[in-house]
């Protein structure tokens, strides 16, 4: 049963930065959606309608967004990566740019966002899983070397 918990916090870990990233990705939408509506007489449901919109999109609202998702991916490794090790950030990071490698390829992003994007991405990955490992505080090792019970 020892065994098991270790392999239950990665899980977890793993669950709680997906579920992080999934919600920061529905507000980043939700931006792009409020500075950057569909133009009327666009039917969002009708096929074509997503790439047609994606090309008309200013590059103020690509930046803006691509830093957006940056700060998605590092605070989703993040907490991946303090919840169960740089482990789990690794697979959030994995999963995340299974996802971003659809998206990009999928719309007609501007040339400039196809190049940006994959590296403000693993650039936020790293920062978020190297700040995200769990350090022993210097206090407990001093107390466990000399033996304190406080």
Not at 92 to 113: D, E, G, Q, R
Request: charged content about 10%; hydrophobic content about 60%; overall charge positive.
């Amino acid at each position: 049963m020892a065994a098991m918990k270790p392999l239950l916090r990665a899980l977890l870990a793993v669950v709680a930065g997906m579920a992080l990233a999934f919600a920061l990705v529905v507000a980043v939408e939700f931006f792009s959606a409020v500075v950057h509506p569909f133009p009327p007489g666009l039917d969002p449901n009708a096929p074509g309608s997503i790439p047609e919109h994606v090309r008309r999109y200013p590059g103020w609202v690509l930046a803006v967004a691509g830093v957006m998702w940056g700060a998605t991916a590092a605070a989703a490794t993040w907490v991946a990566s303090r919840i169960g090790g740089r482990p789990a950030g690794a697979i959030v990071t994995l999963l995340l740019a299974a996802a971003l490698a659809f998206n990009l390829s999928m719309l007609p992003y501007v040339m400039w966002f196809k190049i940006a994007m994959p590296a403000t991405f693993f650039v936020a990955c790293l920062l978020g899983i190297r700040h995200g490992r769990r350090v022993p505080s210097p206090a407990a090792d001093t107390d466990i070397a000399q033996g304190s019970n406080r």
